[in-house]
């Protein structure tokens, strides 16, 4: 595993069909448990982290970024998607959100409504997975559809 501009590139290959291999969501689960360590949450104490997995490989993270002022606040979903978009990435494969008030996550944190529309704008409902984790022994699989059954896409545009 090499390590790049804070992101890192893993020879990998996941079938769209199914979901990642546990390898895979190890280390996912592992970088949105980094991600969370470097969340600013003075505000709320709640600090989230995400590892967002490319069709390429390439894992892209985020933690969340609170503001005094609330609205310019952004989530750690939001964060890795827009870091990954800026170099150019749009195709997606998973992401992982680990996240909660304690030192050490003590429940899932499902991304908010906000978070779920970002990632519709890039990602198959159907074949993109959504990994909420407290640790790599605990955790589970949704696909975005699961978590957004009627979202509006660009397909709605077209």
């Not at 892209?60 to 990954?84: M, S, V």
């Not at 909420?132 to 589970?140: S, W």
Request: charged content about 25%.
């Amino acid at each position: 595993m090499s390590k790049k501009a804070g992101r890192r590139t893993i020879d990998y290959m996941m079938n769209k069909k199914s979901e990642p291999d546990k390898e895979m969501i190890g280390t996912l689960i592992d970088m949105a448990l980094d991600q969370r360590r470097l969340s600013y949450a003075p505000y709320s104490g709640y600090r989230v982290g995400a590892a967002l997995l490319a069709a390429d490989g390439k894992i892209f993270t985020g933690c969340n970024i609170e503001n005094a002022a609330y609205t310019p606040t952004i989530c750690a979903e939001r964060t890795a998607f827009f870091k990954a978009v800026s170099e150019g990435v749009r195709d997606f494969e998973a992401i992982c959100i680990v996240g909660g008030r304690e030192e050490k996550p003590s429940g899932y944190s499902s991304p908010c409504g906000v978070c779920r529309q970002v990632m519709r704008e890039f990602c198959d409902p159907g074949s993109f997975r959504i990994i909420l984790a407290t640790d790599r022994q605990h955790y589970d699989i949704y696909t975005l559809g699961q978590l957004l059954p009627v979202g509006f896409g660009p397909d709605n545009l077209a």
